[in-house]
């Protein structure tokens, strides 16, 4: 269900988006703390590709902590809708996951309030900062209150 909507998903909402000009090799020549080198061990690891014009997604699992089971997969949504982030997509998930897990629930309203209590970064250009330190960034993004300069 996933690869027929995301395909669906790219093609008519990400239209204009250009892909990263990385793949997952290039981001294990990263140094070895950077966002660069832990997104392209994240893909490793997983055995998972970028997918063109989603490369942010990946991204989100690793500044919020969540892992790639359904069950996180929904959570997270929940977490950037609470961090501000608003797509039919988005919007779908949540919706779909919550009647599919309702057992979840409480899970998915503590991820929801996880990201109102982070820094808004689900519109952050990641491809420019795959450089920088990722624990730095991680902890600037969980802090809400943290003036940064990025």
């Known amino acids: 269900m996933y ?6 998903y790219r093609k008519y ?17 990263f140094k070895e703390d950077s966002l660069g080198r832990i997104l392209g061990e994240f893909y490793k690891k997983h055995g998972f590709r970028m997918i063109p014009k989603m490369e942010n997604h990946d991204v989100y699992h ?8 359904m069950k996180e997969e929904i ?7 609470g961090n501000g982030k608003r797509s ?7 919706l779909l996951g919550s009647l599919v897990f309702p057992e979840y629930f409480k899970t998915y309203i503590r991820a929801y309030q996880k990201g109102k209590n982070m ?3 689900h519109n952050w250009d990641f491809e420019g900062l795959l450089w920088q330190n990722f624990e730095h ?3 600037c993004i969980q ?4 003036i940064t300069h990025f």
């Open 143 to 146: 802090q809400k209150n943290i």
């Open 137 to 139: 960034l991680r902890d």
């Open 62 to 69: 690793l500044v919020t902590d969540y892992g790639t089971s």
């Open 119 to 121: 820094k808004p970064f």
């Open 13 to 29: 909402f990400k239209r204009t988006k250009r892909q990263w000009q990385f793949n997952e090799e290039q981001l294990l020549c």
């Open 88 to 94: 039919a997509y988005l919007l779908g998930v949540m």
């Open 3 to 8: 690869e027929n909507s995301q395909h669906q």
């Open 75 to 81: 959570a997270m949504q929940y977490l950037l809708f």
